[in-house]
Protein backbone atom coordinates (compact mmCIF):
# COMPACT_ATOMS: atom_id res chain seq x y z
CA UNK A 1 0.00 0.00 0.00
CA UNK A 2 1.27 3.31 -0.90
CA UNK A 3 1.69 6.47 1.92
CA UNK A 4 -1.49 7.71 0.02
CA UNK A 5 -3.52 5.03 0.68
CA UNK A 6 -2.56 4.21 3.81
CA UNK A 7 -2.97 7.96 5.45
CA UNK A 8 -6.46 7.48 3.71
CA UNK A 9 -7.46 4.68 5.39
CA UNK A 10 -6.31 4.99 8.55
CA UNK A 11 -8.40 8.38 8.77
CA UNK A 12 -10.75 6.67 7.32
CA UNK A 13 -10.79 3.96 10.32
CA UNK A 14 -10.25 6.20 13.22
CA UNK A 15 -13.27 8.15 12.32
CA UNK A 16 -14.98 5.20 11.55
CA UNK A 17 -14.85 4.10 15.40
CA UNK A 18 -16.44 7.61 16.50
CA UNK A 19 -20.05 8.45 16.65
CA UNK A 20 -21.54 12.02 16.24
CA UNK A 21 -22.57 11.75 19.76
CA UNK A 22 -19.61 10.34 21.08
CA UNK A 23 -17.53 13.60 19.78
CA UNK A 24 -20.02 15.99 21.39
CA UNK A 25 -21.89 16.91 18.00
CA UNK A 26 -25.61 16.56 17.21
CA UNK A 27 -26.36 14.33 14.12
CA UNK A 28 -27.32 15.47 11.00
CA UNK A 29 -30.64 14.15 9.63
CA UNK A 30 -31.29 11.55 6.98
CA UNK A 31 -29.73 8.49 6.65
CA UNK A 32 -26.12 8.10 7.57
CA UNK A 33 -23.65 6.21 4.76
CA UNK A 34 -20.80 6.00 6.34
CA UNK A 35 -20.24 4.07 10.40
CA UNK A 36 -18.90 7.06 12.76
CA UNK A 37 -18.01 10.88 11.35
CA UNK A 38 -18.05 12.12 8.81
CA UNK A 39 -15.09 14.13 6.60
CA UNK A 40 -17.42 17.47 7.37
CA UNK A 41 -17.38 16.41 11.29
CA UNK A 42 -14.22 15.77 11.17
CA UNK A 43 -13.67 19.21 9.95
CA UNK A 44 -15.85 21.25 12.10
CA UNK A 45 -13.89 19.49 14.79
CA UNK A 46 -10.86 19.92 14.09
CA UNK A 47 -11.19 23.84 13.14
CA UNK A 48 -9.96 22.96 9.43
CA UNK A 49 -12.39 23.49 6.03
CA UNK A 50 -14.12 20.57 4.60
CA UNK A 51 -11.56 20.59 1.19
CA UNK A 52 -8.69 20.97 3.59
CA UNK A 53 -9.99 17.68 5.37
CA UNK A 54 -10.85 15.49 2.52
CA UNK A 55 -7.26 16.84 0.69
CA UNK A 56 -5.59 15.52 4.17
CA UNK A 57 -7.97 12.05 4.04
CA UNK A 58 -6.98 11.53 0.25
CA UNK A 59 -3.08 11.67 1.31
CA UNK A 60 -2.07 15.44 -0.01
CA UNK A 61 -0.01 16.28 3.18
CA UNK A 62 2.49 18.10 1.70
CA UNK A 63 3.17 21.10 3.37
CA UNK A 64 0.39 20.34 6.20
CA UNK A 65 1.25 21.59 9.85
CA UNK A 66 1.68 20.23 13.16
CA UNK A 67 -1.01 22.24 14.72
CA UNK A 68 -3.04 20.73 11.60
CA UNK A 69 -2.09 17.09 12.53
CA UNK A 70 -2.43 17.80 16.20
CA UNK A 71 -5.94 19.20 15.53
CA UNK A 72 -7.04 16.46 13.39
CA UNK A 73 -5.58 13.92 16.18
CA UNK A 74 -7.60 15.38 18.91
CA UNK A 75 -10.64 15.37 17.00
CA UNK A 76 -10.66 11.22 16.35
CA UNK A 77 -9.67 11.16 19.36
CA UNK A 78 -6.21 9.77 18.70
CA UNK A 79 -3.81 8.30 21.20
CA UNK A 80 -0.36 8.44 21.54
CA UNK A 81 0.59 5.78 19.45
CA UNK A 82 -1.34 6.28 17.07
CA UNK A 83 -0.74 10.11 17.12
CA UNK A 84 2.96 9.18 16.17
CA UNK A 85 1.92 7.12 13.21
CA UNK A 86 -0.28 9.82 12.01
CA UNK A 87 2.90 11.96 12.11
CA UNK A 88 4.92 9.17 10.66
CA UNK A 89 2.54 8.56 7.61
CA UNK A 90 2.56 12.38 6.47
CA UNK A 91 6.37 12.83 7.06
CA UNK A 92 7.55 11.42 3.43
CA UNK A 93 5.18 14.43 1.79
CA UNK A 94 5.84 16.63 4.34
CA UNK A 95 9.76 16.43 4.73
CA UNK A 96 10.36 17.03 0.92
CA UNK A 97 8.72 16.64 -3.00
CA UNK A 98 9.38 13.08 -3.02
CA UNK A 99 8.60 10.36 -0.59
CA UNK A 100 11.77 7.84 0.04
CA UNK A 101 12.59 5.17 -1.93
CA UNK A 102 12.53 1.20 -0.72
CA UNK A 103 15.60 0.36 0.13
CA UNK A 104 17.45 -2.41 1.71
CA UNK A 105 18.46 -1.74 5.16
CA UNK A 106 21.66 -3.11 6.89
CA UNK A 107 21.40 -6.47 8.42
CA UNK A 108 20.76 -5.82 12.20
CA UNK A 109 23.58 -7.61 14.67
CA UNK A 110 23.34 -8.23 18.39
CA UNK A 111 25.99 -7.61 20.65
CA UNK A 112 28.16 -10.17 22.09
CA UNK A 113 27.08 -9.19 25.67
CA UNK A 114 23.29 -9.03 24.66
CA UNK A 115 23.96 -13.11 23.65
CA UNK A 116 25.47 -13.59 27.08
CA UNK A 117 22.65 -11.64 28.92
CA UNK A 118 20.30 -14.25 27.05
CA UNK A 119 22.29 -16.87 28.33
CA UNK A 120 22.23 -15.84 31.89
CA UNK A 121 18.54 -15.44 32.47
CA UNK A 122 16.74 -18.55 33.83
CA UNK A 123 13.31 -16.76 32.12
CA UNK A 124 12.34 -16.93 28.13
CA UNK A 125 14.07 -14.36 26.49
CA UNK A 126 14.01 -13.02 22.89
CA UNK A 127 15.87 -9.55 20.68
CA UNK A 128 13.19 -8.86 18.24
CA UNK A 129 14.14 -6.59 15.53
CA UNK A 130 12.38 -5.22 12.51
CA UNK A 131 9.61 -6.58 11.42
CA UNK A 132 8.94 -8.78 14.32
CA UNK A 133 12.27 -10.53 13.07
CA UNK A 134 13.76 -12.57 16.15
CA UNK A 135 17.30 -11.83 15.65
CA UNK A 136 18.00 -14.00 18.59
CA UNK A 137 17.07 -16.00 21.99
CA UNK A 138 17.46 -18.22 24.45
CA UNK A 139 17.01 -22.03 25.30
CA UNK A 140 14.04 -21.55 27.03
CA UNK A 141 12.56 -18.74 24.60
CA UNK A 142 13.00 -21.48 21.72
CA UNK A 143 11.04 -23.99 24.09
CA UNK A 144 8.28 -22.33 24.88
CA UNK A 145 7.47 -21.12 21.45
CA UNK A 146 9.54 -22.72 18.74
CA UNK A 147 13.41 -23.05 17.64
CA UNK A 148 14.01 -20.14 15.92
CA UNK A 149 17.56 -21.15 16.06
CA UNK A 150 16.66 -23.54 13.62
CA UNK A 151 14.86 -21.97 10.67
CA UNK A 152 16.77 -20.38 7.78
CA UNK A 153 17.02 -16.92 8.43
CA UNK A 154 14.11 -15.43 6.39
CA UNK A 155 11.69 -17.68 8.27
CA UNK A 156 12.49 -16.11 11.79
CA UNK A 157 10.26 -13.40 11.99
CA UNK A 158 7.52 -13.73 15.16
CA UNK A 159 4.39 -12.54 12.58
CA UNK A 160 5.42 -16.05 10.03
CA UNK A 161 5.44 -17.85 13.82
CA UNK A 162 1.92 -16.79 15.17
CA UNK A 163 0.28 -16.59 11.65
CA UNK A 164 1.85 -19.55 9.33
CA UNK A 165 2.46 -21.91 12.08
CA UNK A 166 -0.51 -24.38 13.79
CA UNK A 167 1.88 -24.98 17.14
CA UNK A 168 1.41 -21.10 17.81
CA UNK A 169 -2.48 -21.90 17.38
CA UNK A 170 -1.88 -24.64 20.03
CA UNK A 171 0.22 -22.83 22.42
CA UNK A 172 -2.02 -19.53 22.36
CA UNK A 173 -5.22 -21.69 22.23
CA UNK A 174 -7.81 -18.99 23.38
CA UNK A 175 -6.16 -15.69 23.36
CA UNK A 176 -4.82 -16.51 19.37
CA UNK A 177 -7.32 -13.96 17.91
CA UNK A 178 -5.92 -10.99 20.56
CA UNK A 179 -1.94 -12.25 19.71
CA UNK A 180 -2.60 -11.78 15.81
CA UNK A 181 -4.09 -8.37 16.60
CA UNK A 182 -1.45 -7.55 18.27
CA UNK A 183 0.99 -9.30 15.98
CA UNK A 184 -0.26 -6.84 13.17
CA UNK A 185 -0.92 -3.51 15.09
CA UNK A 186 2.79 -3.80 15.88
CA UNK A 187 3.64 -4.34 11.86
CA UNK A 188 1.61 -1.58 11.21
CA UNK A 189 3.57 0.76 13.58
CA UNK A 190 6.76 -0.34 12.36
CA UNK A 191 5.27 0.43 8.86
CA UNK A 192 3.97 3.84 9.86
CA UNK A 193 7.91 4.42 11.07
CA UNK A 194 9.82 2.39 8.14
CA UNK A 195 8.08 3.56 4.82
CA UNK A 196 11.20 3.14 3.29
CA UNK A 197 12.30 -0.58 4.00
CA UNK A 198 12.78 -2.92 0.74
CA UNK A 199 11.71 -6.19 2.85
CA UNK A 200 8.19 -5.13 4.22
CA UNK A 201 6.11 -5.63 1.25
CA UNK A 202 7.20 -8.76 1.02
CA UNK A 203 6.34 -9.98 3.76
CA UNK A 204 2.96 -8.50 4.27
CA UNK A 205 2.16 -9.95 0.57
CA UNK A 206 2.98 -13.45 2.14
CA UNK A 207 0.75 -13.07 4.76
CA UNK A 208 -1.51 -11.77 3.40
CA UNK A 209 -1.85 -14.04 0.74
CA UNK A 210 -1.71 -16.83 3.38
CA UNK A 211 -3.83 -16.06 5.95
CA UNK A 212 -7.22 -14.64 5.71
CA UNK A 213 -6.62 -13.38 9.41
CA UNK A 214 -3.54 -11.43 8.64
CA UNK A 215 -5.48 -9.79 5.44
CA UNK A 216 -8.64 -8.74 7.86
CA UNK A 217 -7.05 -7.51 10.76
CA UNK A 218 -4.35 -5.10 8.37
CA UNK A 219 -7.34 -3.38 6.55
CA UNK A 220 -8.47 -2.59 10.17
CA UNK A 221 -4.74 -0.16 10.39
CA UNK A 222 -5.13 -0.07 13.94
CA UNK A 223 -1.21 0.17 15.57
CA UNK A 224 0.37 -0.50 18.33
CA UNK A 225 3.62 -0.16 20.72
CA UNK A 226 4.44 -3.58 23.02
CA UNK A 227 5.94 -2.67 25.88
CA UNK A 228 4.36 -4.59 29.07
CA UNK A 229 1.83 -7.07 28.86
CA UNK A 230 0.49 -10.37 29.91
CA UNK A 231 0.41 -13.67 27.89
CA UNK A 232 -1.42 -16.82 28.88
CA UNK A 233 -0.55 -19.97 27.22
CA UNK A 234 -1.21 -23.32 26.98
CA UNK A 235 2.19 -25.78 26.61
CA UNK A 236 2.05 -28.84 25.05
CA UNK A 237 5.05 -30.31 27.49
CA UNK A 238 3.62 -28.63 30.43
CA UNK A 239 0.36 -27.37 30.78
CA UNK A 240 -1.29 -23.63 31.04
CA UNK A 241 1.26 -21.13 32.23
CA UNK A 242 0.78 -17.66 32.57
CA UNK A 243 3.69 -14.73 32.22
CA UNK A 244 4.63 -10.83 32.17
CA UNK A 245 6.46 -9.82 29.63
CA UNK A 246 8.61 -5.99 29.01
CA UNK A 247 9.86 -4.97 26.54
CA UNK A 248 13.54 -2.90 26.46
CA UNK A 249 15.19 -1.22 23.83
CA UNK A 250 18.69 -2.02 22.67
CA UNK A 251 20.94 1.05 22.95
CA UNK A 252 22.78 1.85 20.03
CA UNK A 253 20.11 0.20 17.64
CA UNK A 254 16.04 1.87 18.41
CA UNK A 255 15.05 -1.12 16.22
CA UNK A 256 15.96 -3.79 18.70
CA UNK A 257 14.07 -4.56 21.93
CA UNK A 258 15.29 -7.16 24.86
CA UNK A 259 11.51 -9.48 25.57
CA UNK A 260 11.51 -11.05 28.59
CA UNK A 261 9.12 -12.74 29.96
CA UNK A 262 8.61 -13.65 33.66
CA UNK A 263 6.26 -15.65 36.11
CA UNK A 264 4.85 -14.42 39.67
CA UNK A 265 7.65 -16.50 42.18
CA UNK A 266 6.24 -19.52 43.42
CA UNK A 267 3.51 -19.87 41.28
CA UNK A 268 2.44 -22.96 39.28
CA UNK A 269 4.48 -21.52 35.99
CA UNK A 270 7.46 -20.94 37.97
CA UNK A 271 7.37 -24.56 38.82
CA UNK A 272 6.40 -25.26 34.86
CA UNK A 273 9.00 -22.92 33.74
CA UNK A 274 11.80 -25.10 36.10
CA UNK A 275 9.92 -28.23 34.50
CA UNK A 276 10.65 -27.29 30.79
CA UNK A 277 13.96 -26.24 31.71
CA UNK A 278 15.08 -29.60 33.09
CA UNK A 279 13.86 -31.50 29.72
CA UNK A 280 15.34 -29.19 27.64
CA UNK A 281 18.56 -28.60 29.38
CA UNK A 282 18.26 -24.64 29.53
CA UNK A 283 19.29 -22.46 32.55
CA UNK A 284 16.40 -21.56 35.07
CA UNK A 285 15.99 -19.49 37.95
CA UNK A 286 14.55 -21.75 40.79
CA UNK A 287 10.84 -21.38 41.99
CA UNK A 288 11.15 -19.08 44.83
CA UNK A 289 8.73 -20.61 47.85
CA UNK A 290 6.78 -18.05 49.91
CA UNK A 291 9.68 -18.48 52.97
CA UNK A 292 12.79 -17.65 50.30
CA UNK A 293 10.65 -14.50 49.34
CA UNK A 294 9.90 -13.50 52.72
CA UNK A 295 12.43 -10.32 54.11
CA UNK A 296 14.68 -12.40 56.89
CA UNK A 297 14.13 -8.97 58.44
CA UNK A 298 10.66 -9.40 58.88
Same mark, same amino acid.
Given at each position: ?DR??A ?5 R???A?? +?P &?QA? %???HG #?? =????G??R?? !????? #? ?5 YVR????R ?6 ? !???AVA?A ?11 FD??RPA? #? ?9 L?P????P????? %?D?L??P ?5 ? =? +??V???? =?????? /? ?9 R????? /??? %? ?5 ? @? /?G???D ?5 C???L ?6 H??D ?11 ? %?S??? =??? *?????? @? ?15 D??L??I???? &????D??L?? @??P ?6 A ?7 ? *?? #??PA?R?? +? ?9
Amino acid at each position: MDRSSAIREFLRTRRARI +TP &EQAG %LTPHG #GA =RRVPGLRREE !VAQLA #GVSVDYYVRLERGRTRGVSES !VLDAVARALRLDATERAHLFDLTRPAT #GGAHPRRKRSLAPQRVQPALYRT %LDALGVPALVMGR =R +TDVLAGN =RLAHAL /YTDFQALPHRRRNFAR /YVF %LDDDARR @L /YGDAWDTAAAECVATLQRYAGRHPDDAQLPGLIGELSV %LSDTF =RRL *WAHHDV @LVQTTGSKCLHHPLVGDITLDYIGLAV &EGDPDQSLIV @LTPEPASPTAEALSLLAG *WT #GAPASRPQ +TPEATRDPAG
